[in-house]
C-alpha cells in the first residue's frame, strides 16, 4: 500500500483555487466555518469558454446550497468511527448471503424490492450501543439514513461500488432532487442564479 500526500493548491481551468485559505490557522473546524467575505476578493480571472469574470483568493463555494442534516451525519459519522459497519455486515451476510442471493440474483430486483428488515436495523443499533454509540431519539430522518446506508453497503457487498453508489444516491437523495428540480425550472430557478453572479461582476 502506498500514500500520496498532496501539499499543491490546485486550481481549475479558469484559474480559480480550489481550496480555501488557512486564514486561522491549521484548525480543521476554523477552515470549514471560514464565511467568505463580503466583498470579492482579487484576482480577477477571465474564464476560457464564455469570458466571464471568476474571482480566486476564499475557495468556491456553491451556487446552491442544500442544508444537510447534521444529526443524522453525526449518528453515522460515529458508527463510522468505531468501525462497525464491516463487523456488521459480514455478521448479517454470513447468515443471510444464501437467502439474498437467491431473491435478488441481479441488481434491479434488489434496488426496486429490498427494504431492510426491522431486525436488522435494530441488530445494527444494538452493536451501535454496545461501543458507545446512541442513536438519536424517535429521529425518522436519522431511521431512514440510517437504513439507506444499510441498504447501500449491503447492494456494494451483493453486487459492486456501482450499486452503492446507486442506492446512495437515490431519487429521493436531498442533492439530487435540488439538482433536478433546478434543472426542470431553469428559467425560473437556474437563470437567476446566473443574472445575480452578472450583477456581482
Given at each position: 500500500s502506498a500514500?500520496?500526500?498532496?501539499?499543491a493548491?490546485?486550481?481549475?481551468?479558469?484559474g480559480?483555487?480550489i481550496?480555501?485559505?488557512?486564514?486561522?490557522?491549521?484548525d480543521?473546524?476554523a477552515?470549514?466555518?471560514?464565511?467568505l467575505?463580503d466583498?470579492?476578493?482579487?484576482?480577477a480571472?477571465?474564464?476560457?469558454?464564455?469570458?466571464?469574470?471568476?474571482?480566486?483568493?476564499?475557495g468556491?463555494?456553491?451556487?446552491v446550497?442544500?442544508?444537510?442534516?447534521t444529526?443524522?451525519?453525526?449518528?453515522l459519522?460515529?458508527?463510522?468511527?468505531?468501525?462497525?459497519?464491516?463487523?456488521?455486515?459480514?455478521?448479517?451476510?454470513?447468515?443471510?448471503?444464501?437467502?439474498?442471493?437467491?431473491?435478488?440474483?441481479e441488481?434491479?430486483?434488489?434496488?426496486?424490492?429490498?427494504e431492510?428488515?426491522?431486525?436488522?436495523?435494530e441488530e445494527?443499533?444494538?452493536?451501535?450501543?454496545e461501543?458507545?454509540v446512541?442513536?438519536p431519539?424517535?429521529?425518522s430522518?436519522?431511521?431512514?439514513?440510517?437504513r439507506?446506508?444499510?441498504?447501500?453497503?449491503?447492494a456494494?457487498?451483493?453486487?459492486d461500488r456501482?450499486?452503492?453508489?446507486?442506492?446512495l444516491?437515490?431519487r429521493?437523495?436531498?442533492d439530487?432532487?435540488?439538482?433536478l428540480?433546478?434543472?426542470?425550472?431553469?428559467e425560473?430557478?437556474g437563470?437567476p442564479l446566473?443574472e445575480?453572479q452578472?450583477?456581482r461582476?
Amino acid at each position: 500500500s502506498a500514500l500520496r500526500l498532496v501539499v499543491a493548491r490546485y486550481h481549475t481551468p479558469s484559474g480559480r483555487e480550489i481550496q480555501r485559505p488557512y486564514v486561522k490557522g491549521g484548525d480543521r473546524t476554523a477552515y470549514r466555518t471560514h464565511p467568505l467575505p463580503d466583498t470579492i476578493p482579487s484576482p480577477a480571472y477571465r474564464t476560457l469558454r464564455t469570458g466571464r469574470t471568476v474571482y480566486g483568493g476564499g475557495g468556491i463555494a456553491p451556487d446552491v446550497c442544500v442544508i444537510q442534516d447534521t444529526v443524522q451525519a453525526s449518528y453515522l459519522n460515529a458508527l463510522l468511527r468505531k468501525n462497525i459497519f464491516p463487523e456488521f455486515m459480514q455478521r448479517y451476510l454470513d447468515r443471510n448471503r444464501t437467502a439474498l442471493e437467491r431473491d435478488y440474483p441481479e441488481f434491479a430486483s434488489f434496488e426496486e424490492r429490498f427494504e431492510v428488515p426491522d431486525e436488522m436495523y435494530e441488530e445494527l443499533i444494538g452493536l451501535g450501543l454496545e461501543q458507545g454509540v446512541t442513536p438519536p431519539a424517535e429521529d425518522s430522518d436519522v431511521e431512514a439514513g440510517t437504513r439507506r446506508l444499510l441498504k447501500a453497503l449491503l447492494a456494494e457487498r451483493l453486487f459492486d461500488r456501482e450499486a452503492l453508489l446507486r442506492i446512495l444516491h437515490a431519487r429521493d437523495d436531498a442533492d439530487f432532487i435540488r439538482a433536478l428540480n433546478l434543472l426542470k425550472n431553469w428559467e425560473a430557478e437556474g437563470l437567476p442564479l446566473l443574472e445575480a453572479q452578472h450583477e456581482r461582476q
